[in-house]
């Protein structure tokens, strides 16, 4: 799963996939603003098939909180 | 395909495609950001280097103004964003507060048309109210209201405008997958991937149009495939015809796509059918070109190409074996294959999909005659091979050109070379109708149009220059490929030429641009006269002593002056 999340980041984002690391954020990912979280949080859903809730999305702000949200589903 | 994986697709091709810019502008009052990779790579797929800008948030009627010189502009004007919360305000409104809203929408649209009146392409989504409609009986104020502004909508634009039925769309994918409201409170975000995802392919048949991108031919195998039976087994009597799918193909004949057979099968056997069974839709006179013999289909397919002189990338060919589909699909990749789906009641919608990729905007005469056009070319190549000698053959054809010098009767036809024609073009030059339009209102350019006959007929508007006096240069220069072959093209550039020396052109300029199909006439300027100036990687400019012309000699073609 954390291949797979980090390939849709890096897609998104259009950074190397080997620069996504458990600190990855709007802080050190320039192109990381509110549109492009949208633009995230849509292609995780499709990615895997589920659907985020608005504390979810809200919450996903770093790579790490990404990989607990999806934990927990 | 996923959203994130288009994203990183989209920009592998960014910069990858060989051909100018095509900039797409989207205008809305709602947002529309995720709009932007879906449909670059649409097109990008297709050779076409889309670029999208995004106009701002709820600034169509600005944007309009500064949009205008984009290659196609698309408009989202979603009916409940006229004002905030429309879609639960509109019942409670006064009359006078409702009229208000709906006198400053068409205000509006008024400005907005007459900014966008000499853009090239204007797609406008039409209004809609589906989203939120209730599961009612009544019929609401929006219902309403969005059915008078489509009819006003539909008065005021022009032919450069192509209203788009967003609920198409829509009920493609049911309301609920259309949209994603979780941002529509918030950030006014309306439309989910998915739906961006069908827009974008309804609409990409008018982009690739405009581009000169467009599918040119349909060809059909014959056993299980025009009909259900095997011929050569069956017989003539237990074969069934399969009408449907003639009868789409027979409308696509009439509107001017040529369609052809490719099929191992005894020749007598299928023309038999062609002739006198008694369930074919499709006759002889719509057949443009047959290749029924036991050679291997790749070949066929490549010559059926060569015959009617286009590329292999305007061929879309059916056919029932997967045998014949994978070949064809791995050994010519440019041809769009499509087998014959095995539950038999799919066959239609399948054919009706693929009628899409035919699409036409505007429909002129020709387009109707053009089987017509097509088989006398095919005839002709037939002629050829026979005559052995090829000078005694083009001079036993009767040819003769006729001139049309800035005829505004034309411009639909014309712009409609600009978009299609491809391999004799010297400089590619895509031009809208409205272009044109300028270019022959215009006194500083000469727009001069051509029709070829023959003893076999008339093959219509197939060639155009366009000439700029002030810098005495040709513009552009183009022969459709259905004239090729009989030095047509040296005839045409004696008349230009003729046509420059009448305006006082001393030196006459022009270019050579190369594209991915415009091979065969790179050395065309030097093998008319004409000097190298400069030579860079893509462009070579020319120039002419108007004086020092010599012609051809070219005397079994005549000139008739048309205008």
Redesign the interface.
Known sequence: MEARVK??M???F?VEINLIGNDSSPDNIENWD??KH??LI??LE??FDIEFS?ED?VDSMNYALIINILNSK | MKYSEIIKLNNELEGAINSPDYKIAILSNIMVHQSKEICEYSLRIESVNAKVLLGEYDNIVQDSAKFQDANAIVIFWDTYNFIDGFQYKAESLSNLEFENIVEKVETEIDLVLNNLKDSSLVLINKFSSLIFDQFSLSNSRINKLVLRLNVYLEEKCSSNVKIIDIDKVVSRLSIKSSIDLRYYYSSKTLYSIDFYKKYFEYIKPIFLSTTGKIKKALIFDCDNTLWKGILGEDGFDNIRIYQEIQYLALHLAKKGVIIGICSKNNPNDVNEVLKSHPDMILRDENIVIKKINWNNKLLNLKSIAEDLNIGLDSLVFIDDSSFEVELIRRELPDIKVFQVPSREYEYGAMMRNISNLFYSPSKTEEDSAKTQMYKNQVKRIEGRVEAGNIEDYLASLDLSITVYVDDLSQVSRISQLTQKTNQFNLTTKRYSETEIKNFILNNDKLVLSIEVDDKYGVSGLTGLAILCKKISKIDTLLLSCRVLGRNIEYKFMEVIVNMAKKHNIKFLNSEYIKTQKNQQVEGFYNRCGFNTIIKSDNIIQYQLKTDRYKNEKINYIRVKNGS
Request: aromatic share 0%.
């Open positions: 390939q849709v890096s897609n998104i259009n509110s549109l949208m633009s849509v292609a499709e990615e608005d999305i």
